[in-house]
């Protein structure tokens, strides 16, 4: 305990169950996440960080491509999107554009395709099948990682049938898992402020324990720093592992900065580092049953995301080519960064680096190639733009 020089004693309590490994629970989380002690809480995260992982810090070659832009649920916290009223000012990709799009990167050192788009009303199930298949054709090995909950439950009632068909027909498409987003926070009170036109928390964790059901793995998120209260992070995390103990399939938490630029929220302040790593620390050790913990960089910037790796993180996620929802809402940490660069802020934050797929099973480097997305030279694609929007009817 001594070792750990606490300076808040109400930490004190809480280190002994950390020590131990039991359980914290709502009363521990709201200490964690209103102590001044921003050390201590780093140093108990890490140990649980070290306890899991050792000194390895993970990440993996992967580029994100968005099919559309434009979505009819017009979130107050939301940059990236076009109303549908509006959306001759988006982008809505035809399957052989999006697979054309995706080609500028992908060589075969991309292990990932990381797929979100807005809710596009004429975009049904039968869409993303087709570009499921049509990008498994063209990139047989890479691993599809597509559609959040939010995504498959707004396709399963635009296509008039239930989240289970969708996720078996895309399964035979060629779905591999799904991402985390639009989790956001849970609290109801905060949804109404910041994307009320979205699936509840409710329905979130409903649809995240189908896809799991149905054999799919998924990631998890958690939104911070907007008009939520310490109490609320606490109890979305608390949510998030009551769903894990029952279905298990949630591989990686990703907390995310929220960046209020050009949002209907901008009259916020962005995050600071304490609040960011903080919030690191608290999920580390409130959500004990999900392994992974990602300091996603694009978002904390690369100088936060190595001290993340200290304060519970355990991966940086991954080269991210062509990555535009942060980048709309102003994010400065750019997009897209070779895996050397990768390699060099993990060692520098005295971790060692290991290349992974998107299921966390390591690749050796020296035989996953790579000539665009995984070279020295980060790929500038994402400056290029979309192409022309094509109507889809």
């Known amino acids: 305990m001594d070792q750990l020089r606490l300076r808040d004693d109400r930490l004190r309590p809480v280190a002994a169950k950390v020590l131990a490994g039991r359980r ?4 521990d989380g709201v200490v964690i996440a209103s102590t001044a002690d921003l050390l201590g809480v780093g140093r108990l995260a890490n140990l649980v960080r070290e306890r899991l992982h050792g000194n390895r810090t993970y990440y993996n070659v992967n580029r994100h491509l968005n099919p559309t832009n434009v979505c009819v649920a017009s979130c107050g916290l939301c940059a990236f999107y076009v109303p549908w009223k509006e959306k001759d000012r988006g982008w809505t990709y035809t399957v052989e554009e999006a ?3 995706a080609a500028r990167d992908v060589d075969e050192s ?5 797929i979100v788009s807005g809710l596009h009303p004429k975009l049904k ?3 993303y099948e087709e570009l499921f298949r049509a990008l498994k054709i063209r990139f047989p090995w890479v691993h599809l990682k597509a559609l959040t909950m939010v995504e498959l439950d707004f396709l399963a009632s635009l296509s008039r049938t239930t989240v289970e068909e969708v ?3 895309l399964k035979k ?3 591999d898992s799904c991402p985390g987003g639009g989790a956001e926070i849970f609290a109801p009170r905060v949804r109404e402020q910041i994307c009320d036109h979205k699936t509840s928390g409710e329905r979130w964790l409903e649809v995240a324990s189908i896809v799991h059901r149905l054999g799919l793995k998924s990631n998890c998120t958690m939104l911070y720093g907007h008009v939520e209260r310490a109490e609320e992070r606490v109890d979305h995390l608390l949510a998030l592992r009551v769903q894990q103990d029952a279905s298990g399939g949630f591989q990686c938490l990703i907390p995310l900065a929220f960046h209020p630029a050009n949002t209907e929220l901008d009259h916020l302040p962005s995050t600071g580092g304490r ?4 919030t690191i620390a608290l999920s580390r050790l409130m959500l004990d049953n999900v392994p992974h913990l990602k300091a996603y960089w694009i978002m904390l910037g690369e100088k936060v995301a190595q001290v993340a790796q200290h304060f519970g993180a355990n991966d940086l996620d991954g080269t991210i080519h062509d990555e535009r929802i942060t980048q709309a809402a102003g994010g400065s940490a750019g997009t897209g960064i070779s895996r050397r660069r990768l390699e060099f802020l993990i060692r520098e934050a005295d971790r060692i680096p290991v290349l992974r797929d998107t299921l966390y099973r390591e690749i050796d480097p020296s035989l996953s190639g790579g000539s665009s997305a995984g ?6 694609t994402a400056d290029s733009g979309p192409p022309a929007s094509v109507a889809v009817s």
């Open 24 to 27: 914290l629970d709502r009363d």
């Open 375 to 380: 070279s020295d030279v980060a790929s500038s």
């Open 167 to 169: 996720v078996d027909r």
């Open 173 to 175: 498409a060629g779905l």
């Open 110 to 114: 991309v292990s990932e395709l990381h």
């Open 99 to 101: 697979v054309d799009v």
């Open 275 to 278: 609040l960011d790593l903080q």
């Open 125 to 127: 199930v039968d869409y």
